[in-house]
């Protein structure tokens, strides 16, 4: 749709030419669509604040010709966007992938945002976020956020290949040899948690989140209800065409979770680092009693215990464990990070790159952890895609607060239309040392998985009520 603006490149090395230049150049030069063509591109380049001459020293400007979205369903629903530049063969990979709201971030990709990029410098990344972010006036939430992360890790990983290094080169460079992982086990029972932690462990994790279900309970997040954990493993295949209602109900939950804990501890022994997700879905007394239940066992963490709303309702827990706490998955605005890290309200920030903005968003919210001793914890869930879990990687082995890593090992379908990503050896992820953030997309295979409506999970209470999920 968008060719490259190759004559545009040659005026914008040569200076900016005034309009009256352009219409001058355009009798001995240029045909009619060409100075068209001239115009908008001087306006878009004139609206950008810094240079866009060849700042990568000897290479030729760079311009954005096309943003390509992808959605498609290899196991689950991902959205990819391909940025496409007027360097030949030179194109950044992002993942946009907001579960079960797919087709809007799509949309905001496709109608809105698109418009916006074609002719613009693509190395100004910094730019391009504030004005992606600012510029549309209703500003954040969930699909902007998303939408914005996409273009964001595309943008870098143009960069890292323009450069010929891999994004973590341009972070800083390594701060370590690999990122700490966690991986997730669930069951039925105590004894089906343990089995799964155990072959978790023989698989070299060192630390594993322990989630079980709860007798009398039809289902609660991150446990396989009746199925067995292998059956429950959350793909699109096994999703409603609409959402599934699950039952919580937080008495037998906060007697359950601390019997877990008690009972890995006794069967696992002291050095694997457990881990528990509360998934946003309890109130502060509750959490705060939760959270001194399980001090006996030394989590690593607790993860999300409350609803994202409520920040300032962390210090009720804080005054009443030494449990170290975890927030931030459902995140989607830096601003939200903030009473949380300077009030040391938690010890590990874990936001999800795919929705707070990219790696752009991730380095000044780890940057800011790092002066109030918060470490990250970036959220990795198979639901946001490889470019994703990749950019979580460069930013974890490039920054000297990193904490621990949630990872999945995604499925070989899932593979095939997105390659690269990161690897996980010996407990620890790593990426490589290719150029950018190392992902790329097989757009063929990518039609072969066309997208299938599909809900997360909503909860409610015995009485009927609306719960959190
Ligand atoms: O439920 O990403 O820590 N991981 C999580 C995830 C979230 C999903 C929701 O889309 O809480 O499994
Ligand atoms: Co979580």
Redesign the pocket.
């Known amino acids: 749709m968008h060719k490259p603006l190759s004559n545009i490149s040659q005026l914008g090395r040569r200076g900016f030419l005034g309009v009256a230049g352009v219409a001058a150049l355009s009798h001995s030069l240029l045909s009619r669509r060409q100075v068209v063509r001239a115009l908008l591109a001087k306006d878009r380049l004139a609206e950008n604040t810094g240079s866009s001459a060849g700042s990568c020293r000897g290479l030729p400007p760079l311009k954005i010709t096309d943003v390509r979205v992808i959605v498609t369903c290899p196991d689950r629903n991902y959205v990819l966007v391909k940025v496409l530049t007027s360097e030949p063969g030179l194109y950044g990979v992002g993942d946009a992938t907001l ?1 079960g709201r797919e087709l809007a971030v799509a949309a905001d990709l496709e109608q809105h945002i698109s418009p916006l990029l074609i002719g613009r410098d693509p190395e100004q990344i910094e730019d391009t976020w504030q004005y992606l972010y600012r510029g549309p006036y209703w500003r954040g939430g969930p699909v902007q956020m998303t939408a914005l992360a996409g273009i964001d890790l595309a943008l870098w990983d143009i960069k890292g290949k323009r450069a010929n290094m891999p994004v973590y080169q341009l972070l800083g460079g390594r701060t370590r040899t690999g990122a700490l992982a966690y991986t997730h086990a669930s069951g039925r029972n105590l004894v089906e948690v343990e089995g799964v932690a155990r072959r978790a462990l023989e698989r070299g994790f060192k630390c594993v989140r322990a989630q079980v279900a709860i007798p009398g309970l039809e289902g609660t ?1 991150g446990t396989p209800g009746n199925k067995t954990p292998e059956a429950a493993a959350g793909r699109v295949a096994n999703m409603a065409e609409l959402p599934q209602t699950e039952v919580f109900e937080p008495a037998p939950y906060l007697r359950a979770v601390p019997r877990l804990f008690e009972y890995l501890r006794a069967k696992l022994g002291p050095e694997v680092e457990l881990l528990h ?1 509360c ?1 946003e879905k309890l109130d502060p007394i509750q959490a705060a009693r939760l959270a001194h239940d399980l001090e006996p066992y030394h989590l690593f963490f607790l ?2 215990c409350l609803r994202p709303e409520y920040k300032e309702s962390f210090r009720l827990i804080r005054e009443h464990s030494t449990t170290p706490l975890a927030m931030g ?1 459902l995140f989607n605005s830096l601003w939200d990070c903030v009473p949380l890290i300077k009030e040391q309200l938690i010890d590990y920030i874990r936001c999800d790159l795919g929705h707070i903005g990219g790696i752009t968003a991730a380095r000044k919210v780890a940057a800011l952890a790092e002066l109030f001793q918060v470490r990250t914890a970036w ?1 990795g ?1 198979g ?1 946001i895609g490889p470019p994703t879990h990749a950019a979580n990687v460069h930013v974890d082995i490039s920054i000297p607060n990193f904490g621990i890593q ?1 990872m999945v090992f995604f499925p070989d379908v899932t593979r095939e239309v997105i390659s690269g990503g990161p690897e996980f050896k010996d407990g620890y992820m790593n990426v490589s040392d290719l150029p950018g953030l190392g992902c790329d997309v097989n757009e063929e295979a990518a039609k072969k998985y066309p997208y299938r409506r599909a809900y ?1 999970p909503t909860a409610r209470r015995k009485d009927g009520s609306v719960q959190d999920w």
Do not use: G, I, S, V
């Open positions: 579960n997040y997700d998934h993860e999300d998955e959220h869930p639901d949630e997360l």
